[in-house]
């Protein structure tokens, strides 16, 4: 043994003892300080017979916690996560039960709620010691990177040539290019602000009509969202009901992309794909949903959770921490309703936890998965962290509680990057977004009825009282009772419905909502309706819900203009003659080709519904119940951001605009494939004789939930 190993031999041994030392004081400490936790035998010991049995139970929980702890973690990767990490305490405690237990002449004894108290204690106090000692000692450092990840060591960088750089894909979920902007200069964010500082490129894009996750990370991360007309959608040839976030949705949207476009996606090659709805093609995959929808050992989903609680320190710190966020947001909530803040929106129930997971155990688990991928060495890595999307849904997309996470979004992001400095190859790091959020009070906290009211109420069917006294239901009542008495000449009725669900009729709509996106499909007509059949069918619908003030237009097809948009004031536009400049001229560029897109798509709705958009505010009327919301056109949740290192190329030339998710998708694909060749398999759908061509400037030219994954509302994420 040479001596650098000798030398790295002493200190581990040196930091073994000193954290030994460390937890021994700390179980004297907390034994003077706590009445049911003993160290003595009951006639009582001297200090050196005290010190020697903490000595002893420090020892026998550390190697209970190397040893053991792993074996529960696997053993119980079936328990649902937020479960698990209320469990981490009890089976800390228990194990500190056992160490006790081993103490000769039973001088140990804790009652058990004692004891998890004194084994979180010791858990931290034991991680910090030893990261603490290891600070200065990268080779220490990056040894507990590896236990913490689960990752297997690879070979000394110095014994090889330097490889290519790998590429690691941060998503910050929902954070819009604006609020990033505003974030740095409000010293929010140090790391990002940082790297503007250093030549990093702030590039904008424009999402398609549906901006939000679904349709962005597929087009993202497999190169195709067509067909993909919102957050969630009605499709008739198969009656199914189809919702971006769940699994069996998820995993059909996948099939489809990867079918149209002829390639696996865009980390089909030594990739690993962390926290995303899709999996890119990655073969490593943690928190994925469409790896989550399987049974069995194909599912490799959980084995993330199994990377990072298997450190025993690690786990109390996050079980911390998700308590500590739900304290917070109870707090925050009760701040907001005390202090009548408008608009505001109900945020009790499970919503507390459902906010600790995104917030707390996917940020930590997702952030582990990327440090041990980089340390791997792995050529790309896209992770999503959905923290800020979380909390701007219920909080608005600015304010206090979304600048605290921003804050921590950059500590994660600095993290990173810090580790990547000990990776076996350079990475090149590459923020971005899949879209922003724009804020607004909900559409019914406006107008006092749900868009399902106004499209009840449009065709004449029965709605609660509650909707009838509110001025838009008692409107679209009048209108729809008049033109049916007009066009059927029979009677509408008008019975005192109560707000149940009613049951549905085959001339019933169903009403979906994506964000302030509304979709109005009629299951019983197999095809697309028309407007002249809607028309004939529901004479006042689409007068109604044109003319609301809520409503920002409307599409629909037409037997005589192929289709139309329809807005307030009798506005109707030939689809195929639209412009930036007409009736979508509020929504900014680009809204006439995302609209005449979206119309091409075999399961549009025959309905498509935006709401109003005020551009002095930047306000929108969620369908749903959202303060902050995306999911169609309107102000800043269109425009998500492309933060890239100087050493790429500019992902568009220069004044031109970067559009659509696909668009990502390609330029994401031409960075893996610079610096080393083809990094990602150039399928049929990027055959290089049809690549785009590159300027010199970089630029393309133009020519049932499983146990594993976090229960959550069907929000529009």
């Given at each position: 043994?040479?001596?650098?190993?000798?030398?790295?031999?002493?200190?581990?041994?040196?930091?073994?003892?000193?954290?030994?030392?460390?937890?021994?004081?700390?179980?004297?400490?907390?034994?003077?300080?706590?009445?049911?936790?003993?160290?003595?035998?009951?006639?009582?010991?001297?200090?050196?017979?005290?010190?020697?049995?903490?000595?002893?139970?420090?020892?026998?929980?550390?190697?209970?916690?190397?040893?053991?702890?792993?074996?529960?973690?696997?053993?119980?990767?079936?328990?649902?996560?937020?479960?698990?990490?209320?469990?981490?305490?009890?089976?800390?405690?228990?194990?500190?039960?056992?160490?006790?237990?081993?103490?000769?002449?039973?001088?140990?004894?804790?009652?058990?709620?004692t004891a998890v108290v004194v084994a979180a204690v010791m858990s931290a106090v034991a991680s910090a010691s030893s990261t603490a000692l290891a600070v200065r000692d990268d080779d220490a450092y990056r040894r507990r990177l590896y236990r913490l990840t689960g990752r297997t060591r690879p070979r000394d960088p110095r014994s090889?040539?330097?490889?290519?750089?790998?590429?690691?894909?941060?998503?910050?979920?929902?954070?819009?290019?604006?609020?990033?902007?505003?974030?740095?200069?409000?010293?929010?964010?140090?790391?990002?602000?940082?790297?503007?500082?250093?030549?990093?490129?702030?590039?904008?894009?424009?999402?398609?009509?549906?901006?939000?996750?679904?349709?962005?990370?597929?087009?993202?991360?497999?190169?195709?969202?067509?067909?993909?007309?919102?957050?969630?959608?009605?499709?008739?040839?198969?009656?199914?009901?189809?919702?971006?976030?769940?699994?069996?949705?998820?995993?059909?949207?996948?099939?489809?992309?990867?079918?149209?476009?002829?390639?696996?996606?865009?980390?089909?090659?030594?990739?690993?794909?962390?926290?995303?709805?899709?999996?890119?093609?990655?073969?490593?995959?943690?928190?994925?949903?469409?790896?989550?929808?399987?049974?069995?050992?194909?599912?490799?989903?959980?084995?993330?959770?199994?990377?990072?609680?298997?450190?025993?320190?690690?786990?109390?710190?996050?079980?911390?921490?998700?308590?500590?966020?739900?304290?917070?947001?109870?707090?925050?909530?009760?701040?907001?309703?005390?202090?009548?803040?408008?608009?505001?929106?109900?945020?009790?129930?499970?919503?507390?936890?459902?906010?600790?997971?995104?917030?707390?155990?996917?940020?930590?688990?997702?952030?582990?998965?990327?440090?041990?991928?980089?340390?791997?060495?792995?050529?790309?890595?896209?992770?999503?962290?959905?923290?800020?999307?979380?909390?701007?849904?219920?909080?608005?997309?600015?304010?206090?509680?979304?600048?605290?996470?921003?804050?921590?979004?950059?500590?994660?992001?600095?993290?990173?990057?810090?580790?990547?400095?000990?990776?076996?190859?350079?990475?090149?790091?590459?923020?971005?977004?899949?879209?922003?959020?724009?804020?607004?009070?909900?559409?019914?906290?406006?107008?006092?009825?749900?868009?399902?009211?106004?499209?009840?109420?449009?065709?004449?069917?029965?709605?609660?009282?509650?909707?009838?006294?509110?001025?838009?239901?008692?409107?679209?009542?009048?209108?729809?009772?008049?033109?049916?008495?007009?066009?059927?000449?029979?009677?509408?009725?008008?019975?005192?419905?109560?707000?149940?669900?009613?049951?549905?009729?085959?001339?019933?709509?169903?009403?979906?909502?994506?964000?302030?996106?509304?979709?109005?499909?009629?299951?019983?007509?197999?095809?697309?309706?028309?407007?002249?059949?809607?028309?004939?069918?529901?004479?006042?619908?689409?007068?109604?819900?044109?003319?609301?003030?809520?409503?920002?237009?409307?599409?629909?097809?037409?037997?005589?203009?192929?289709?139309?948009?329809?807005?307030?004031?009798?506005?109707?536009?030939?689809?195929?003659?639209?412009?930036?400049?007409?009736?979508?001229?509020?929504?900014?560029?680009?809204?006439?080709?995302?609209?005449?897109?979206?119309?091409?798509?075999?399961?549009?709705?025959?309905?498509?519904?935006?709401?109003?958009?005020?551009?002095?505010?930047?306000?929108?009327?969620?369908?749903?119940?959202?303060?902050?919301?995306?999911?169609?056109?309107?102000?800043?949740q269109a425009h998500p951001f492309l933060l890239s290192p100087p050493e790429l190329s500019p992902p568009v030339g220069e004044g031109e605009e970067l559009v659509g998710a696909e668009r990502v998708h390609r330029v994401l694909r031409r960075w893996l494939r610079e610096d080393d060749g083809p990094q990602v398999p150039l399928?049929?759908?990027?055959?290089?004789?049809?690549?785009?061509?590159?300027?010199?400037?970089?630029?393309?030219?133009?020519?049932?939930?499983?146990?594993?994954?976090?229960?959550?509302?069907?929000?529009?994420?």
């Amino acid at each position: 043994m040479g001596y650098g190993r000798w030398r790295g031999a002493g200190r581990a041994a040196v930091r073994v003892v000193s954290v030994w030392a460390v937890s021994t004081a700390t179980l004297l400490v907390l034994a003077a300080l706590l009445p049911d936790f003993q160290l003595q035998s009951p006639d009582g010991d001297s200090l050196t017979r005290t010190a020697l049995t903490a000595a002893w139970a420090a020892g026998a929980f550390g190697l209970l916690t190397a040893l053991v702890w792993p074996l529960v973690v696997r053993a119980l990767l079936l328990v649902p996560a937020l479960v698990l990490g209320l469990l981490v305490f009890f089976l800390n405690g228990s194990l500190l039960l056992v160490a006790l237990w081993l103490i000769p002449d039973g001088r140990g004894a804790a009652d058990p709620e004692t004891a998890v108290v004194v084994a979180a204690v010791m858990s931290a106090v034991a991680s910090a010691s030893s990261t603490a000692l290891a600070v200065r000692d990268d080779d220490a450092y990056r040894r507990r990177l590896y236990r913490l990840t689960g990752r297997t060591r690879p070979r000394d960088p110095r014994s090889v040539p330097v490889p290519a750089p790998g590429t690691v894909f941060l998503q910050l979920d929902g954070v819009g290019h604006e609020v990033l902007r505003r974030a740095v200069d409000d010293g929010l964010m140090p790391t990002v602000a940082g790297w503007l500082e250093a030549g990093y490129r702030l590039t904008p894009w424009r999402t398609d009509w549906s901006s939000q996750t679904g349709a962005s990370q597929l087009g993202i991360l497999h190169g195709s969202n067509e067909d993909v007309p919102a957050f969630r959608w009605y499709e008739k040839d198969t009656g199914r009901l189809m919702v971006s976030n769940r699994p069996a949705s998820a995993v059909e949207l996948q099939r489809r992309a990867v079918r149209r476009t002829g390639d696996g996606g865009l980390l089909s090659l030594d990739g690993a794909s962390r926290g995303n709805l899709f999996s890119g093609g990655a073969d490593e995959v943690a928190l994925v949903l469409t790896v989550a929808a399987r049974r069995g050992r194909r599912n490799r989903s959980r084995a993330g959770y199994f990377a990072y609680f298997s450190d025993p320190a690690n786990a109390v710190r996050t079980a911390g921490s998700l308590v500590n966020e739900v304290v917070r947001e109870v707090a925050q909530s009760t701040r907001a309703r005390l202090r009548r803040e408008t608009p505001r929106i109900r945020r009790g129930g499970t919503y507390p936890f459902v906010r600790a997971f995104a917030t707390v155990v996917e940020r930590d688990v997702v952030v582990a998965a990327v440090l041990g991928d980089m340390l791997a060495g792995r050529t790309a890595v896209y992770a999503d962290l959905v923290a800020y999307d979380e909390v701007a849904h219920h909080s608005g997309p600015r304010g206090r509680d979304t600048d605290q996470v921003l804050r921590r979004l950059d500590r994660a992001v600095g993290l990173i990057a810090r580790v990547a400095e000990h990776a076996p190859r350079p990475y090149r790091i590459v923020l971005l977004s899949d879209h922003g959020q724009s804020p607004g009070e909900t559409f019914e906290g406006a107008y006092g009825l749900t868009l399902k009211d106004l499209v009840r109420a449009g065709c004449g069917l029965p709605v609660s009282r509650r909707v009838g006294r509110t001025r838009s239901g008692a409107e679209a009542r009048d209108a729809a009772r008049d033109a049916l008495r007009s066009a059927l000449h029979r009677p509408v009725e008008t019975g005192e419905e109560t707000e149940r669900e009613l049951p549905a009729r085959p001339s019933e709509p169903v009403v979906l909502a994506s964000g302030n996106l509304g979709l109005v499909s009629f299951p019983d007509v197999p095809h697309r309706m028309t407007r002249e059949e809607i028309d004939r069918r529901h004479p006042a619908l689409l007068r109604a819900l044109a003319q609301h003030p809520g409503i920002g237009f409307l599409l629909v097809a037409s037997e005589a203009h192929g289709s139309v948009v329809l807005a307030g004031d009798g506005v109707e536009v030939p689809v195929a003659e639209l412009a930036d400049d007409g009736p979508l001229a509020v929504f900014g560029r680009g809204a006439a080709d995302a609209v005449r897109r979206t119309d091409g798509f075999p399961h549009v709705a025959d309905v498509m519904v935006n709401s109003m958009y005020d551009p002095a505010t930047g306000t929108v009327h969620a369908f749903e119940e959202q303060i902050g919301s995306h999911g169609g056109l309107g102000g800043e949740q269109a425009h998500p951001f492309l933060l890239s290192p100087p050493e790429l190329s500019p992902p568009v030339g220069e004044g031109e605009e970067l559009v659509g998710a696909e668009r990502v998708h390609r330029v994401l694909r031409r960075w893996l494939r610079e610096d080393d060749g083809p990094q990602v398999p150039l399928g049929p759908s990027a055959d290089p004789a049809d690549a785009p061509e590159i300027s010199p400037s970089g630029a393309e030219t133009e020519s049932v939930l499983p146990v594993e994954w976090p229960v959550r509302p069907d929000k529009n994420h």
